[in-house]
């Protein structure tokens, strides 16, 4: 029986059975309240750990023995470009540009009206370096393949040339074909050589070391021999320069302030979600946290051999930040680069590692740097498998995941409830309607009493 406002009490059931529902629920809202808190407890400490991850790869990359060889190379002419790769040593040469490297190209002494007049033939044939190519020309011209036919196979065909239809005027168009990549090497020859022209000749480019005789030479306009892992591109000829490659302080100044902004924004995040004062902080008061915060600040207020974070240009601030100064940095770096090096990155050997040689990469080791110390606090935090903050956010999961499971439960519990309640309400409901009619049959049947009957009553 639905169960709406009585009929015979007239009582509002629906609304009296809602707010004995809301009562029978509370352990459930408050179950649903827990079960909000700890998600966004458990993605707090992910986001924490977010931050810890960025700080251990900061700190790992001022670590490497890459970041402190880093170098740059820089070049005395504006038409003479210079990259260094992570191998690159300190060095440099000097040298003129006596010839940029050009591509080859020819073009033939046949002309055509148009590009819809007939080729010839039906294969394009070309050598280079020994090899003959052969490229068929395709169409569906009936007639035979037109001057557009062989200009798309070439094209198309991908063998290392390509081809245009050049308008030389008005009713006079000749083929040109031209190789893909500069230098002598990629030189051709049409057919036997007759009834074409050179328009460029492939030559490699060329320079000229020093003062000397001495001749490079490279078959496009950029030089990856002269100097080790560098690449030199020239762009003009009659054009002398020197290239210079040298260690770059700015590149190793970058690493640390990355380190830094890493730290501040670790030590920002933990403050946001710690503050006791703060009415939305969500880990408020987490000592976890506070601990962790607290041992970042102790790497950095602490010394390396007696030589301070301050000496290297990193200072806490008296709002408990980091700051990072670039030129007492460089200027450490330029006057006792060893010790710069050790400040951030040594770490002590406490054994050899599985291969039993002291000095190889599998040692292991003890952080002593900043740099180092950070790396592995930042990793036991962060870690995927062991980190502190990944275990508490694991550990609220697990409780978010049980809460869910008991908020189930209480769904069935309370529709259960609503059932019996229901059952009760109409069951009362219906003992009234009985009740009434009783009470309406003996009213009739005393209303049909002789009234001397009644009367006498």
Not at 21 to 26: P, S
Not at 139 to 157: E, F, R
């Amino acid at each position: 029986m639905s169960v709406s406002t009585g009929l015979v009490s007239g009582i509002d059931y629906d609304s009296m059975i809602g707010q004995l529902m809301q009562v029978e629920a509370n352990p459930q809202t408050l179950l649903k309240k827990q079960l909000s808190a700890t998600n966004a407890d458990a993605t707090a400490y992910r986001a924490v750990n977010t931050r810890f991850d960025a700080l251990r790869t900061a700190a790992a990359a001022l670590t490497a023995d890459s970041t402190w060889s880093a170098v740059k190379a820089g070049s005395s002419s504006t038409t003479v470009a210079a990259s260094a790769g992570a191998t690159a040593v300190g060095g440099s040469v000097t040298f003129t540009v006596k010839q940029l490297a050009t591509t080859h190209s020819t073009i033939s002494n046949a002309t055509f009206t148009g590009t819809d007049q007939l080729y010839g033939a039906g294969t394009f044939t070309f050598t280079s370096n020994g090899t003959t190519t052969s490229i068929p020309i395709t169409t569906a011209n009936a007639a035979g393949a037109t001057l557009a036919d062989t200009v798309a196979a070439i094209n198309s065909a991908d063998k290392g040339v390509t081809a245009s239809a050049v308008k030389i005027k008005d009713g006079e168009y000749r083929l040109q074909v031209t190789a893909t990549t500069t230098g002598a090497k990629a030189g051709f020859v049409v057919g036997d050589g007759t009834g074409w022209t050179t328009a460029t000749t492939g030559k490699d480019a060329k320079l000229l070391l020093g003062e000397s005789s001495l001749e490079v030479f490279s078959d496009t306009n950029t030089f990856t021999g002269l100097l080790a892992d560098t690449s030199i591109t020239v762009s003009k000829a009659d054009e002398t320069a020197t290239v210079t490659v040298a260690k770059d302080p700015s590149a190793v100044a970058a690493k640390v302030q990355s380190l830094v902004d890493a730290a501040n924004g670790l030590l920002a995040a933990v403050s946001s979600y710690t503050d006791a004062d703060s009415a939305t902080a969500v880990l408020k008061g987490d000592s976890t946290l506070r601990d962790l915060s607290n041992q970042i600040l102790s790497v950095v207020s602490g010394t390396v051999g007696g030589t301070s974070a301050s000496a290297v240009g990193i200072q806490l601030t008296r709002e408990g930040n980091l700051k990072f100064d670039k030129d007492v940095f460089t200027a450490k770096l330029a006057s006792d680069p060893a010790l710069v090096r050790k400040t951030f990155a040594e770490k002590s050997v406490m054994s050899a590692g599985i291969d039993g040689i002291s000095g190889n990469a599998d040692d292991v080791t003890s952080p002593v740097g900043l740099a180092a110390r950070l790396e592995v606090l930042a990793k036991g935090a962060s870690d995927t498998t062991t980190g502190s903050l990944v275990l508490l956010a694991t550990s609220q999961d697990a409780l978010a995941k049980d809460l869910q499971a008991r908020i189930d439960a209480w769904d069935t519990r309370l529709e259960m409830r609503r059932i019996t309640i229901t059952r009760q309400f109409t069951a009362m409901e219906t003992a009234l309607s009985s009740m009434q009619n009783k009470a309406s049959w003996l009213s009739s049947q005393i209303a049909s009493l002789p009234s001397w009957s009644q009367s006498s009553k």
